[in-house]
């Protein structure tokens, strides 16, 4: 019988977390991950789960445990947001670097300043070069089952990497779903018993965690690093596979809505994604071939797959919810042009949207689609780059 809960995204969270039982998570509050993390403390402080709980002095504290406590074997979590993803940046490098498959939800929130607690994403985007595997999720079911599976990707021994799982904070953290949940032993056996084949305490086979690395094998190392990320795709999918057998959802790398037939269509991220959908299917209903392509995993990036996606389009969007300040537009526009380089020529403008949380509504999404069927008439687009919903 499928059970459901009205949970919000920080709750069904700390809820799929309770399931999962890992052995370490190390806690420190910023909104609005907050509520998460308050929530499993009551798991906790219950006795619903054996976890420890490790409270610490500051987020960079808080990678910091993770590690150490990765790397002597258990199956170790965290949460974070914005300025406390910042804090850690040096310790998050160290955590991919060694290996490490800890599961990170960060709850998605503007990078100061000026300081705002709202949902834009330069705060992974920041991190998107940093070796974690990033997934992406629409709403509070996608950010459920993303955990259940972020699991398994990460401690695959082909992979062994950090997995981010991200939510838009407040749209999601905080907004209520009803959510189909999965039995616990289901959610147990699924992700199974954490073994790593090797760990700091295993007394019979020492190992070295962390030592320096001088140019003799620096190089060699990370490109082992990159190798593992080059896994992680055919593990994402792979995983989901056995997830929609288990659980009867399929995910993927992308997500392709009506993008089959489509003559134009937005590329985007994260709940927004929500909004354009409801777009397209009325454009639909109008006789205009519209379509959405959601990008589930950022990181490892699946160049290949957009690229064919979109191929049969005239006029791509792509709606970036942070600036990357290089001057040619925000991080995935640059990740899409790059895809499509050399291919079928389809052109593609960059919108920058809902910085600091600003509301993002079916109107600017159907601003969007009527700029891309003037750009897949007349073949002209001035400028690239548009900013949605600003005062200019």
């Avoid at 995204?9 to 039982?21: C, F, L, R, S």
């Avoid at 190798?227 to 009867?248: C, D, T, V, Y």
Wanted: charged share 25%; proline share 5%.
């Amino acid at each position: 019988m499928i059970k459901y809960k009205a949970l919000t995204g920080n709750e069904a969270t700390a809820y799929v977390m309770k399931q999962i039982n890992p052995d370490v998570v190390a806690v420190y509050p910023i909104t609005p991950q907050t509520s998460l993390m308050q929530k499993f403390a009551t798991y906790v402080s219950d006795g619903e789960v054996d976890t420890e709980m490790i409270l610490v002095e500051s987020e960079h504290s808080a990678m910091s445990a993770c590690v150490g406590s990765s790397a002597a074997g258990a199956r170790t979590m965290t949460a974070t947001s914005a300025n406390g993803l910042a804090l850690m940046w040096e310790i998050v490098y160290i955590a991919a670097s060694t290996r490490l498959p800890i599961v990170m939800p960060v709850v998605n929130r503007a990078l100061s300043g000026p300081i705002n607690i709202h949902c834009d994403h330069s705060d992974t985007m920041g991190c998107r070069d940093s070796g974690w595997i990033q997934l992406y999720s629409e709403s509070v079911q996608e950010v459920y089952d993303n955990m259940i599976q972020a699991v398994r990707i990460a401690e695959d021994p082909e992979v062994l990497l950090p997995v981010m799982v991200m939510s838009d904070g407040f749209i999601i953290s905080h907004g209520v779903e009803n959510v189909e949940v999965y039995p616990d032993e289901d959610v147990k056996k699924f992700v199974g018993e954490y073994k790593p084949d090797r760990y700091l305490l295993d007394l019979k086979r020492p190992h070295t965690f962390g030592p320096i690395d001088l140019p003799d094998y620096y190089f060699e190392h990370k490109r082992q690093q990159a190798h593992a990320m080059n896994m992680a795709a055919g593990s994402i999918l792979k995983i989901a596979q056995e997830f929609k057998e288990k659980f009867g959802k399929l995910y993927s790398l992308i997500e392709s809505y009506k993008v089959h037939d489509a003559e134009v269509a937005i590329v985007a991220i994260g709940s927004t994604c929500g909004t354009a959908k409801a777009v397209v299917d009325e454009l639909r209903a109008k006789n205009v071939k519209a379509g959405l392509l959601k990008i589930r995993s950022f990181r490892p990036f699946p160049e290949d797959d957009i690229a064919v996606a979109l191929l049969k389009c005239k006029a791509v969007a792509v709606l970036d919810r942070a600036e990357g300040f290089s001057a040619t537009g925000g991080p995935l526009y640059r990740e899409i042009k790059s895809a499509m380089l050399g291919r079928e020529k389809v052109l593609v403008r960059n919108y920058i949207y809902g910085l600091g949380g600003r509301d993002i509504g079916m109107n600017d999404i159907h601003s969007v689609y009527e700029d891309l069927q003037d750009i897949a008439k007349t073949g002209k687009m001035k400028p690239p780059i548009k900013y949605l919903g600003v005062r200019e």
